[in-house]
C-alpha cells in the first residue's frame, strides 16, 4: 500500500509563494505518474499540475508560468513550487499518484491519494 504525506501549506499573502511537498511511502515506482490536485469549497476537485514517470510535465491553464512541478524519485518525493499566488489559488492541495507511466487528467484514474494541505491566499 502506498502513502502520501503532503506538507507545505499555509496562509500567505498574494503574490507570494509557497512549496508544497508529497513524501511516498510503501511500494513505489519512479515509473509511476504523479500529480497535484486541488478542491476549493463549492467547487469541483481539479488538477493542478500532474508529471509522468518520463519526467513531461502538464499545467493546468489557471497556474502555467506560475506553479512548477518536479519529483525526486530517490527521496520518494513529488513538490510543487508556487509562485505569484492568488486568492483563486485558495484550496485544498492534493498529492496523487497513479500506477502507470503516463498520466490521466481523471481524478479517477489514480490509485493513491493523500490527506491534502490547505493554501490559504489573502487579497
Known amino acids: 500500500q502506498v502513502q502520501l504525506v503532503e506538507s507545505g501549506g499555509g496562509s500567505v499573502q498574494a503574490g507570494g509563494s509557497l512549496r508544497l511537498s508529497c513524501v511516498a511511502s510503501?511500494?513505489?515506482?519512479?515509473?509511476?505518474?504523479m500529480g497535484w490536485f486541488r478542491h476549493a469549497p463549492g467547487k469541483e476537485r481539479e488538477g493542478v499540475a500532474r508529471i509522468a514517470g518520463n519526467g513531461a510535465a502538464i499545467y493546468a491553464d489557471s497556474v502555467k508560468g506560475r506553479f512548477t512541478i518536479s519529483r525526486d524519485n530517490a527521496k520518494n518525493s513529488l513538490y510543487l513550487q508556487m509562485k505569484q499566488l492568488k486568492f483563486e489559488d485558495t484550496a485544498m492541495y492534493y498529492c496523487?499518484?497513479?500506477?502507470?507511466?503516463?498520466?490521466?487528467?481523471?481524478?479517477?484514474?489514480?490509485?493513491?491519494w493523500g490527506q491534502g494541505t490547505q493554501v490559504t491566499v489573502s487579497s
Open positions: 510503501g511500494y513505489t515506482s519512479s515509473s509511476y505518474c
Open positions: 496523487a499518484a497513479r500506477r502507470e507511466t503516463f498520466c490521466s487528467r481523471d481524478t479517477g484514474a489514480y490509485n493513491y
